[in-house]
């Protein structure tokens, strides 16, 4: 153990007192102080609350490595074209994750679509124009919103907005849009265009709090110098925008991260369908919807190891889009503190 | 000349007012559809409430009545075994954050638990899978108890942390001052007085894995009968939720409203105590944090 070593300097010391540290000259009983301030309680305390710490750093390695040999299997047998493989086919045992791909590239482009402008105005409203007793409550029940679980989500989407979707919105869509490409075929309800919506709401309350976050981190003196040049309110906020611009595109970057691995919600409104369309109305599937329906289904291990890579590839995408997004936001904000 | 400028004077101001409108009504576009939602399920939730859905167990296919006695149970056990895993993971590396505030293994770690927290909860149910089921070869409470205890670390471990830096740097001096070791000083001095903030904070992340679903869908697996054993697959509310909701009967949708009526509770509630115990923590005391 490493500490006995200190127990056996500790009463050499101890006759110098604690004075006596100050006093003596530099060098010469420089080993015996250092043993010395090591409490034997506090080596103990910090020897553990390091253990656990490190255990959270072996965790994400962990994760990674047995989903990797999950997966070998079908690594081995699928090797990269796995990726690029249009196929799923349980009954041949055939698999490939490109239409799962497709659909959560799809369904997220969709959602970003409609919450990203949204969620700027929204951070631009809260932080530069609405005043306190709005800003507050409001941004408490934004906060509140993207707490609330998937399933609930799920369960709206289910009952409320598929219906509306079929009934109201996509035959409308069918028949003033039929030039596009997007807006054909028949209206399930169910489908891309649901999806993408659900997730848009779903993403809205991220992006726009730490958004906010971002626009409140700019310091006054920017605005108040904008303003007392004469600018208008609109120029003073774009002089704002511009200079959070990386912190913004880092709050989108987890936004995206979120809408690519949610799962519940989308899974309930997207259809289930492993087909490429380029109809937003048509049935889909994502990676995250593929892994939630088909997992306790798979019989064969090449199935179950085909599923555990799409686990793999979700994780890799969601752990880079994360780390750049936490990257940005961090360098942004530490920039604002230091200034 | 002067003409010129005022119209584009004008110009400027007009543009300013068009969209600071477009900002309040993007405000406005974005924040209605979440509030509908919002309420929608709770008068939903609240009006197909009622006592049995807490005392009594699901009933057969296509026969109505009943409630989810043992998805109540199930969840709390599942969210028992999650925090007698996860706290004790997240409360330490809290406290090594805290303690460590710009040591270079800390920020790494910081960094993981942030990287973590955006890993989505269907992967972490795969990995639970993979080190739980397939050795034990069943479904079980104890793979469902592992995810959850995994997804709770990102929260629980940034609130401990940040809850410990909130407690002003004087306290800690005056208490090391006084000769006191630095674990005792961290335990008895520090802890306690973040102890408020660091039990909502972890309140927080449980209501959240109370909702969790999708790790829980080949982990856990959701039990129709009564089941306490954690070797054994076991109900949860928010699988049932899944079940029901997909069902052609309305008896069981309207018990899936009951059920997000009671997750949406529990949540806002433990929110606003969060939001109420936090607020105004050591403000002002120039603390710098």
Redesign the interface.
């Known amino acids: 153990m490493a500490h006995s070593a200190s127990d056996i300097a500790a009463p050499v010391a101890q006759g110098s007192g604690g004075e006596a540290k100050m006093a003596s000259p530099p060098g010469v009983f420089l080993r015996s102080q250092k043993r010395k301030s090591v409490n034997l309680g506090d080596t103990i305390f910090q020897s553990s609350t390091t253990f656990f710490a490190f255990l959270v750093f072996v965790l994400v390695f962990l994760m990674a490595y047995e989903m990797y040999r999950g997966s070998v299997p079908s690594i081995e047998k699928f090797g990269w074209s796995f990726l690029t493989r249009e196929i799923w086919d349980p009954v041949q045992d055939e698999y490939g994750a490109l239409v799962f791909i497709f659909g959560t590239v799809v369904s997220s482009i969709v959602a970003l679509t409609f919450a990203l402008p949204l969620s700027i105005g929204v951070a631009v409203f809260l932080s530069e124009l609405a005043p306190g007793w709005i800003e507050k409550p409001m941004s408490f029940l934004i906060e509140l919103l993207a707490a609330i679980p998937s399933i609930v989500y799920g369960l709206w989407g289910v009952f409320v907005l598929v219906p509306w979707l079929r009934v109201s919105v996509e035959p409308v869509l069918s028949r003033n849009l039929k030039f596009l490409p997007f807006f054909t075929g028949p209206s399930y309800g169910f489908g891309m265009l649901a999806a993408g919506i659900i997730l848009a709401i779903m993403v809205l309350p991220i992006i726009t709090s730490i958004s906010r976050d971002v626009l409140k981190a700019i310091p006054t003196a920017q605005r108040e110098a904008a303003l007392a040049l004469g600018a208008t309110r609109w120029e003073t906020t774009r002089i704002v925008l511009s200079d959070a611009k990386s912190g913004l595109l880092g709050a989108t970057l987890l936004g995206l991260g979120r809408a690519v691995g949610e799962t519940m919600a989308v899974t309930m409104v997207i259809g289930n369908r492993p087909e490429i369309s380029a109809s937003l109305l048509a049935p889909g599937y994502t990676m995250a919807s593929v892994i939630a329906n088909e997992f306790t289904e798979a019989t064969s291990d090449m199935y179950v190891s085909s599923l555990i890579e799409i686990a793999l590839i979700l994780f890799v995408l969601t752990v880079l889009l994360n780390a750049a997004a936490r990257l940005i936001v961090w360098s942004v904000t530490k920039k604002f503190k230091n200034a | 000349m002067k003409l010129g400028y005022s119209t584009y004077h004008y110009w400027?101001?007009s543009?300013?007012a068009?969209?600071?409108t477009?900002?309040?009504?993007?405000?406005l576009?974005?924040?209605v559809?979440?509030?509908l939602?919002?309420f929608?399920?709770l008068s939903?939730g609240i009006g197909s409430l009622n006592l049995n859905f807490f005392i009594k167990m699901p009933t057969p296919v296509g026969e109505s009545g009943g409630g989810m006695a043992n998805a109540i149970v199930g969840t709390g056990i599942l969210i028992g075994l999650g925090s007698l895993l996860g706290l004790?993971?997240s409360i330490?590396?809290g406290?090594?954050?805290a303690?460590h505030k710009h040591g270079s293994?800390?920020s790494?770690?910081r960094?993981?638990?942030?990287?973590?927290?955006?890993?989505?909860?269907?992967?972490?149910?795969?990995?639970a899978?993979?080190?739980v089921v397939l050795p034990m070869k069943h479904f079980s409470a104890l793979a469902g108890g592992v995810a959850l205890g995994?997804l709770m670390?990102p929260t629980a471990?940034r609130t401990t942390e940040e809850m410990m830096l909130l407690v002003p740097h004087t306290i800690r001096e005056a208490a090391l001052a006084l000769g006191i070791?630095?674990?005792?000083v961290?335990?008895r001095v520090i802890l306690p007085s973040a102890l408020r903030g660091i039990t909502t904070g972890i309140l927080?992340a449980l209501?959240?894995a109370?909702?969790?679903?999708?790790p829980l869908?080949?982990t856990a697996?959701g039990n129709r009968f009564w089941s306490t054993d954690i070797g054994q697959p076991i109900a949860a509310l928010?699988v049932f939720?899944?079940d029901y909701?997909?069902a052609p009967f309305a008896d069981w949708?309207r018990q899936?409203?009951a059920a997000?009526f009671v997750?949406?509770f529990l949540?806002?509630i433990i929110?606003v105590i969060f939001?109420f115990v936090t607020r105004g923590r050591y403000a002002g005391t120039g603390n710098g944090h």
């Open positions: 400027r101001k543009k300013s068009i969209t600071t477009l900002c309040v009504l993007s405000a576009v974005a924040v559809p979440l509030f939602i919002f929608y399920s939903q004790p993971v330490m590396t406290i090594y954050l303690e293994f800390a790494i770690v960094f993981l638990t942030d990287v973590l927290s955006g890993i989505p909860s269907i992967v972490v149910g795969v990995v899978y993979i080190i995994i670390i471990t070791p630095r674990w005792k961290t335990l927080l209501a959240r109370a909702g969790e679903t999708a869908l080949f697996l928010s939720i899944y909701a997909r949708n899936a409203w997000a997750l949406i949540i806002t929110n939001r």
